[in-house]
């Protein structure tokens, strides 16, 4: 302790005796008593100042070599920081220097010699401030055992070390405190001792510093003046019977005489303060049920001397208690047949404070008004703020209540009348941007009416909501001078809200007056999407709403703009204001077969949107449709008509008048030839081998010669052709014949037969060709198993495909009728081979119909 004194004081009094010194100039820093000098080995450098100097000191420097000669090409210079002040071809050299800034500035003095330079001496000098005078001493000490701290202003930074000490004094000791913790603004000091209340203290601050010293005014305190205790600790407790009523208790470690109380709610800014407190406790009365609250408290030693403590801090929540206000409630009626009717009940929650504590449901209560036996109360119980039931088309009284572990709050009534058509609407409702989230709506008072207004209902929604959601209204509800008001809640900028006004005729509402608004609105963003179809003479344009969150507020009209392809004419323009319901439109008296070019925009009272999608759309030529629906209609009134036989029939009959003569005159059968009946007379006589060609010639008769004519065959391109081979014969004899498929591709010309003049073997082989399959005989077939060329059982044999003329025969038994119908039968054709080196095929044969009789 004693050394804690000594060297305080011993700092104290060589730094203050030596200032006062040299302040009076009693004390000389080198032998020039203004001066500095610098000595050194090859020569000395003098100022004429101190080295501890002000800005804007005029210095004067001097340099002088100890040796008197040098080389001639060497000179004597004085440098600032490495830049040139002066010099001198000699063995000295002096300059002058104002100083204008602050720190330390070095000159050197050197000898140069061409490009090399040699240092001779130097000296620094530091530019400065002396200390300004300490203010604002205070000294303060947190609780009774600590030491007490003191701060001070120290003023203008001096940039110089500069020494700050503090003397205590109390009146017959005195102690010194040299600062330790160095700032450049504020001085801070812990006293590292323990102070008497029973004393009176003096504290002065001294600075010191090479360009002067300065002394703060005199702080004299008590130490119960600097003393600020700890804040007390304390308690909060409710009384059972109410939730509005409280006790703070509280305690300090030491014995304070004065204690403070405040508090608030934490929805609040402003304090209920409590002071001149005496004793350990205190209190409260009409706090808010269900709601926190902050309580502080502080405290000090003395009622009026000394600081008070710091506050300590408390957070509690009172108790809950039974709701006091009544919900705002409002209803929607929707008639769902002649019967029955859905109410919808909307309420708003209640506020914190109002609820005056957890509300656990809502209990809802109807009964029939208009009902000749009263009926009882049916009631139901939600959670949510909404309730919807399908009820009887009746008048109801409905009563909403909201309740929570203390009770339930006064229920709030509301009538539904049926009537509701008698009760006019307000008049003039309108809607104003406001912005900032806000929108002004205006209206009149309805016209006169025997019922009473006590008051209207003002209620809005976005119309983009999600209709799939559960709905939710805002509403407000005012009194009946009031002609206006502005919402804002749940209200949006660039949003469209449907906003509707009803007047309340003694609790009941009338008809509603509505209107459409916006709180701040842009042009579209984008342009609808559109959809053209075309038509005869017009063009049947359709489109999709922009989407909501680019529609920027309320779409007023939609406009289509049509032109012409490369056409430098301005597009024609459509404008649609029914933008709620109408979302098609048709362009009527259009150019046949002309290209247009489409697009649309939409549009708010605050512009035009860009463009949609533009669509080049060709008108089609009604001719073209005609043909088009008459076509298919003879296609299908065919197919009607081919469905039933008689008229199926009537159509054959038609068409075999319209077709060619040649189509339907019937083709000869060769079976009544003259050859041919010969030859079935000797049917039983002959035997033929599998080649009859090749048999002995000698064994058989020679057969009735027929004529065979050479002909050129030129046939058709057609690869597949149907050939009437066969005809009914209605006779004791019938052959049937068939239609012949040629399912080969078969060539376009054929090489010319053999002639007559030849030889006589084509004639007498010719019948052989020809052999009769079946013969109906009184009513039975005989079946011939052999045929000419190979012989093949169950097969059925034809003519040749290119018969040029009908058949004549002399017998009136055979009649040919043909068959103009295709019925495209599977057939066989087989070539006889004959054994004269060649073959003859029965396309290639034409027969001459003169040989044979009717």
Same mark, same amino acid.
């Given at each position: ?36 000098? %610098? ?11 101190? +080295? ?19 080389? %001639? ?16 071809? !000699? ?11 602050? !720190? ?23 530019? !400065? ?455 098609? *439109? ?47 209609? *003879? ?45 079935? +007379? ?17 064994? *058989? ?8 004519? %050479? ?125 004269? !080196? ?17």
């Amino acid at each position: 302790m004693l050394f804690a004194w000594i060297v305080p004081s011993a700092i104290w009094f060589l730094v203050h005796f030596t200032a006062e010194a040299c302040g009076k100039g009693k004390v000389t820093a080198s032998k020039l008593p203004r001066g500095v000098a %610098e000595i050194c080995d090859k020569g000395n450098m003098t100022a004429n100042t101190a +080295s501890h100097v002000q800005p804007e000191t005029n210095i004067t420097l001097s340099c002088q070599l100890k040796q008197s000669k040098q080389k %001639e090409q060497c000179k004597i210079a004085i440098f600032f920081n490495s830049s040139e002040l002066s010099s001198n071809y !000699g063995s000295s050299v002096s300059t002058e220097f104002l100083v204008r800034t602050y !720190g330390k500035l070095m000159f050197t003095c050197k000898v140069v010699c061409e490009y090399k330079k040699k240092l001779i001496c130097g000296i620094d000098i530091e530019s !400065g401030n002396p200390p300004d005078q300490p203010k604002n001493v205070s000294c303060i000490q947190y609780g009774t055992e600590s030491n007490p701290t003191c701060t001070w202003n120290k003023g203008r930074f001096t940039y110089l070390n500069t020494t700050y000490v503090i003397r205590l004094s109390n009146g017959t000791d005195m102690l010194w405190f040299l600062e330790e913790n160095v700032n450049n603004e504020f001085g801070l000091l812990v006293l590292s001792t323990k102070l008497n209340f029973d004393f009176t203290y003096t504290i002065v601050v001294a600075a010191s510093n090479e360009l002067g010293d300065a002394f703060s005014q005199p702080l004299m305190f008590m130490l119960i003046d600097i003393v600020k205790p700890h804040p007390p600790k304390f308690l909060v407790k409710f009384e059972n019977s109410s939730a509005t009523n409280c006790t703070v208790f509280w305690r300090d470690e030491v014995q304070a005489q004065h204690f403070r109380l405040r508090y608030r709610s934490l929805n609040s800014y402003t304090w209920n303060m409590v002071e001149s407190l005496n004793s350990e406790k205190c209190n409260l009365y009409g706090l808010e049920p269900y709601t926190e609250y902050e309580f502080q408290v502080s405290c000090k030693i003395h009622p009026e001397r000394g600081l008070w403590s710091n506050w300590r801090t408390f957070q509690t929540q009172t108790p809950e208690a039974v709701p006091a206000r009544l919900l705002d409630v409002w209803y929607k009626k929707q008639d769902m047949n002649s019967q029955m009717q859905n109410i919808s009940l909307f309420w708003k929650a209640l506020s914190k404070s109002e609820a005056r504590g957890k509300i656990l449901q809502y209990t809802v209560t109807f009964q029939a008004l208009n009902h000749r036996s009263p009926r009882a109360l049916e009631r139901s119980v939600t959670t949510q703020t909404s309730y919807t039931r399908i009820t009887p088309q009746l008048d109801y009284n409905i009563t909403i209540t909201a309740d929570n572990s203390k009770g339930s709050s006064p229920p709030a009534s509301i009538v539904t009348d049926l009537g509701i058509q008698e009760f006019p609407p307000p008049r003039n409702v309108s809607a104003i941007a406001m912005g900032n989230n806000s929108i002004l709506v205006i209206w009149k008072p309805p016209i006169k009416s025997t019922a009473f207004i006590n008051g209207y209902v003002v209620e809005w929604i976005d119309i983009h909501r999600n209709k799939s959601l559960e709905p939710h209204l805002n509403w407000i509800k005012l009194l009946a001078s009031n002609l206006s008001t502005v919402i804002s809640e749940h209200v949006k900028d660039h949003v469209c809200y449907h906003i509707a006004v009803s007047a309340l005729y003694q609790d009941r509402a009338g008809q509603v007056a509505s209107v459409r608004g916006y709180s701040r609105e842009k042009a579209p963003s984008v342009g609808p999407q559109m959809y053209p179809t075309p038509h005869t003479n017009g063009i049947l344009v359709s489109w999709e709403e922009i989407p909501a969150n680019q529609q920027m507020g309320c779409i007023t009209e939609y406009n289509i703009y049509l032109q012409k392809k490369d056409s430098k004419v301005a597009p024609q323009v459509y404008a649609i204001r029914n933008v709620t319901a109408q979302h098609s *439109f048709y362009i009527t008296n259009l150019q046949d077969g002309e290209n247009y070019f489409l697009w649309m925009t939409a549009s708010t009272a605050a512009g035009e949107s860009p463009r949609g999608n533009s669509e080049l759309v060709c008108l089609e030529s009604a001719v073209d449709w005609i043909t088009i629906v008459l076509t298919c209609s *003879f296609f299908v009134f065919s197919a009607c008509i081919c469905a039933i036989p008689p008229a199926r029939k009537v159509l054959y009959s038609l068409l075999s008048v319209i077709v060619p003569q040649w189509y339907s005159k019937a083709i000869p059968n060769p079976a009544n030839a003259t050859w041919a009946r010969n030859d079935t +007379s000797m049917k039983g006589e002959l035997s033929l081998p599998a080649n009859p060609f090749l048999h002995n010639m000698s064994s *058989f008769e020679e057969p009735e010669i027929t004529q065979v004519e %050479e002909s050129f065959i030129k046939k058709g391109s057609q690869p597949f052709q149907d050939k009437v081979i066969l005809s009914n014969i209605n006779s004791s004899e019938n052959h049937d014949w068939q239609l012949e498929s040629s399912f080969e591709k078969q060539d376009c010309e054929y090489k010319p037969l053999p002639s007559t003049t030849d030889g006589d073997i084509y004639e007498h082989q010719l019948p052989y060709l020809y052999k009769k399959i079946a013969v109906e005989v009184t009513g039975h077939t005989q079946t011939a198993s052999e045929y000419i060329a190979n012989p093949i059982t169950e097969t059925t044999t034809y003519l040749p495909s290119a018969v040029s003329s009908p058949i004549t025969d002399t017998n009136e038994d055979y009649e040919l009728d043909c068959n103009p119908i295709s019925v495209f039968p599977t057939t066989t054709f087989l070539t006889p081979v004959f054994s004269y !080196g060649g073959k003859l095929t029965l396309d290639a044969v034409k027969i001459n119909c003169t040989s044979f009789t009717r």
